[in-house]
């Protein structure tokens, strides 16, 4: 059983997760209507896997015999000046996500909750991961600057992970 104050946590960290995954789409759906396609499939598939930690938290809620409350999702932006701009905004969005989950293990810490603890070192893990794979292309961005080839070539390379 979950406490109160974990149960309530865990289900805004629920929508807080579905909102990452409305933003990704949204910047897929930017760069998708600039013809960035690899730009666009990365977020697409970003967008899937936030999606995805979201239900992996909402399971986990109903694993342990409570019961998941949703909220609305907030609307993310539509648009961004550029690439560059974009994965800068994903990027500290992603030093937000690692920061709830953070407050999140120290929550269970504190509540000697062992269970929801161990669940969340998972999170931890994860968050060291996507805020490398965000921080690495920003820097590659910053790299080919306003460079149409450099952007096209980065573009093409980050296509690859959605394959």
């Known amino acids: 059983m979950l ?3 974990m149960k309530k946590a865990l289900n805004k960290q629920i929508n807080f997760e ?3 995954s409305y933003l990704y789409l949204a910047m897929s759906a930017d760069f998708a209507s600039k013809n960035l396609d690899g730009f666009a499939a990365w977020m697409q598939h970003q967008a899937q896997e936030e999606w995805g930690h979201g239900m992996k938290i909402y399971k986990y809620i109903n694993d342990r015999g409570e019961k998941v409350k949703l909220d609305g999702i907030d609307t993310p932006p539509a648009e961004w000046a550029s690439v560059l701009e974009a994965f ?4 500290k969005h ?3 996500v690692t920061k709830r989950i953070g407050d999140l ?3 269970a810490q504190d509540e000697s909750d062992f269970a ?4 969340l070192q998972w999170f931890i893990t994860e968050q060291v991961e996507e805020e490398d794979n965000v921080s690495s292309i920003v820097e590659k961005l910053k790299m080919v600057g306003e460079s149409p080839q450099g952007l096209f070539m980065l573009d093409r390379t980050v296509a690859q992970r959605a394959s």
């Open 88 to 91: 800068e905004a994903s990027y």
């Open 116 to 119: 929801s603890a161990a669940f």
């Open 3 to 5: 406490s109160a104050k």
């Open 18 to 20: 579905f909102y990452s």
């Open 94 to 96: 992603e030093q937000e």
């Open 105 to 107: 293990m120290k929550l």
